[in-house]
């Protein structure tokens, strides 16, 4: 009688060990443990949203605090849009003017501009570009001069 070892077989030759992967869906489960339990180690989508529009907020609020007065700046995850809105699009944002003592407020919506970006690089040009357009509209000025970074496309 041959002597034949359980990882071998005569008719398939080696077998793989057991896999993880059965039935070809991928790692499951989080692919970093976190080091405090019950607290994810990486940010979400809407933390680093977060941090890239206070980033872009915090530098155009900084150079134009003179003239600006008092903005509060909000991000929200979409709009909400009325059943009968007419236009196609989504909005990217909402300016809303202050009155008195009510402050100015613009409002960021994250998931739309998010699904007109395919890298970080166009999410930052995105959210700058946003940003920009709505202080300019704010000032009434050339959105040129609010921020070096702004580029047109015209």
């Known amino acids: 009688m041959d002597d034949v070892s359980p990882a071998t077989s005569p008719a398939t030759g080696p077998r793989k060990p057991a896999s993880r992967d059965r039935r070809g869906r991928g790692m ?11 607290q994810p180690e990486l940010r979400t989508r809407r933390e680093r949203f ?11 609020d900084a ?8 903005v ?8 909400q849009i009325p059943d ?9 944002s909402s300016l809303i003017r202050g009155t008195g003592s009510t402050p100015t407020r613009l409002v960021l919506f994250r998931r ?7 890298t970080r690089t166009d999410l930052e040009a995105m959210v700058l570009t946003v940003v920009v357009e709505q202080v300019a509209e704010l000032l009434g000025i050339d959105a040129e001069m609010v921020d070096p970074r702004y580029e047109s496309d015209d």
Do not use: M
């Open 28 to 38: 499951r489960g989080p692919a970093v443990l976190p080091r405090v339990p019950g």
């Open 50 to 60: 977060d941090d890239l529009a206070l980033g872009i907020v915090t530098d155009i």
């Open 112 to 118: 739309p501009i998010e699904h007109r970006c395919e």
């Open 72 to 79: 509060e700046y909000a991000v929200e995850d979409a709009p």
């Open 84 to 92: 009968d809105w007419d236009s196609g699009t989504v909005p990217l």
């Open 63 to 70: 150079r134009w605090q003179d003239r600006l007065g008092l």
